[in-house]
């Protein structure tokens, strides 16, 4: 059984965490943590371009010159794809690029990214994270004392939403707070640090118990 190092909020350890990757997933599956990323990521598209076709360019539909007798290659309007300030041949036009894989796959997808963490050394668990006030002082030290400061990303995971928490993080630059609850594989994998609360990772290790007893 592998042992995670626990510590306080002044980077001493004070005690240690059962858990192995194979915990949370029998195997780490590089080609669903892929889709699910993609996924996710097509997601956030707004998809709110658009570009105007010939039709919608404002100009005159008058033949630009005649026929023939020119020397010049035969023309229409103003309006056509191949002159400049034409409208577009295949416009752009408002889409929706969301789409969502199985409840389940996407499940996995979150507990295998958990699980990269830890067989990495990615992963800091610390016993207790509750701030009594808002304090961004307070809790960028507790990051140096684990050290998960400096040029690394971190994701702070707690148990629950904790407003405090959050706060205090969210003006550190390249640090974010998100409840288990609100984790997926490509909020687990973006950061280069997981920073977890020993709750929060008991919770990690429940749920993945209870997804295999299903």
Same mark, same amino acid.
């Given at each position: 059984? /592998? ?24 195997? #780490? ?15 956030? =598209? ?8 010939? /039709? ?18 035969? /023309? ?19 889409? $929706? ?7 389940? +796959? ?19 668990? #610390? ?21 998960? $400061? ?11 939403? $904790? ?8 003006? #550190?630059?390249?640090?974010?707070? +998100? ?12 950061? =280069? ?10 919770? #990690? ?5 209870? +997804?295999?007893?299903?």
């Amino acid at each position: 059984m /592998a042992q995670l190092a626990v510590y306080d909020r002044k980077g001493a350890q004070v005690g240690t965490f059962d858990l192995e990757p194979t915990d949370l997933a029998p195997r #780490i599956n590089k080609q669903l943590l892929h889709d699910a990323v993609v996924m996710y990521e097509a997601n956030l =598209r707004q998809g709110t371009f658009k570009t105007k076709t010939r /039709a919608e360019v404002a100009a005159s539909t008058k033949k630009m010159y005649r026929q023939k007798g020119t020397g010049n290659a035969r /023309a229409g309007s103003r309006r056509s794809g191949l002159r400049r300030g034409g409208g577009h041949i295949f416009a752009k036009r408002p889409r $929706d690029f969301g789409y969502r894989l199985p409840r389940k +796959s996407l499940q996995l997808a979150t507990r295998m990214a958990v699980a990269a963490k830890i067989r990495d050394n990615q992963i800091v668990v #610390i016993d207790d994270l509750a701030l009594s006030a808002i304090k961004t002082r307070e809790m960028a030290a507790i990051l140096k004392a684990v050290k998960c $400061d400096g040029d690394k990303t971190v994701l702070v995971a707690t148990a629950k939403h $904790d407003e405090n928490v959050y706060k205090s993080a969210r003006n #550190i630059a390249g640090v974010t707070v +998100s409840p288990v609850s609100d984790l997926n594989a490509l909020v687990v994998l973006k950061p =280069r640090r997981l920073l977890v609360t020993k709750a929060a990772l008991e919770h #990690i290790k429940q749920q993945a118990k209870k +997804s295999k007893d299903e």
